[in-house]
């Protein structure tokens, strides 16, 4: 049964630095929507009569809803966020999904219409999909080029608000997560959510991943005004994380976990009784793994599976802890669930194979 979605208000402020504008773009991959952060410095104790600078990380898609919230937390006119002006001085985009990055042309607008000056756009090079994205903001009065945001940068939005920028690739090869460094809050894009579990494209990537946000929480120390507790994760979908360091290490666990049942699977006799002609190990295909693995779970799910087990497989064949006989070893990720249910891949274990990536 699918878990129940928490309901996350349009507009909260979540911190003296953050406030949340959901993308109003709920979906079966979106849960509650897009969420979109804006940026600042803290707020003095009245509102100033100038506009604060501020940073937007992700655009959403675009809905005339969002279009709308944002305009009004801009000009001061947003019941949950107060008075104080703001205008967008940079956008970063967390990675090239069309739920991250499809309203930029409409956000570029909209400040636009503000007579607001345009901000600049920042992204981690992707040389695949950034021009699809450079040319959806051609048109538009407050265009401008791609920045690339390297690993490490720091982005400030004014005196006392630093964004830290980390490649944290495994969802997509572009992937940034964030580090506000004033109050040791960590924005995660896509590879870790407020409910449910992430996808990725490259396993191996991802774990890494894991591993890198989980050493920067470590590092970031406890969190502004609250010496003990744990660092807060602020996701681009789902609610905020509030041990943000103990819901890594769970992602963790559950890729972990699930590795070592395929590997324990791969030991036992597979339902066909083929064995590898070189080793005399089982020989598994993707699907018969996902039968046995899944098989609680209504076959309806079983493509999409099939695509996390392939990666699984993927990244242990990296590792030369399993080989592929079949065919088709030569495919590569990103994949999709419908392609890997077709593939007709056979697997085995294998303490010797020397298979890299190029070789899966």
Known sequence: MAETLVEIPSVSRLSPRVIRILGQNPGKFTLQGTNTYLISSPEKSSP?????PSILID??????EYLDLVKKVLTGQHADTGSQKRHITDIILTHWHHDHVK????????????SHQPPKIHKFPNQDQDPSIQSSIEGSSSASSLAALNDEAIMQAGSSASLRALHTPGHTTDHLSFLLEEEGIFFSGDNVLGQGTSVFEDLGAYMGSLDRSLKVLEQAGAPEGGAGEENKIFPAHGPVIEEGRKMIKTYRSHRLDREKQVLQLLGESSPSGKKDEETGSPVWTVMDLVGKLYAAYPEALYPAAARGIFLHLHKLGAESKVKCTGADGTFLPPVTPLKVEYMELSWSPSSSATSGPGKL
Not at 48 to 52: H, I, L
């Open 59 to 64: 655009t959403a898609e675009g809905a005339p």
């Open 48 to 52: 100033s009569a100038e506009s604060v």
């Open 103 to 114: 309203g930029l042309p409409s956000v570029l607008k909209t400040i636009a219409d503000l």
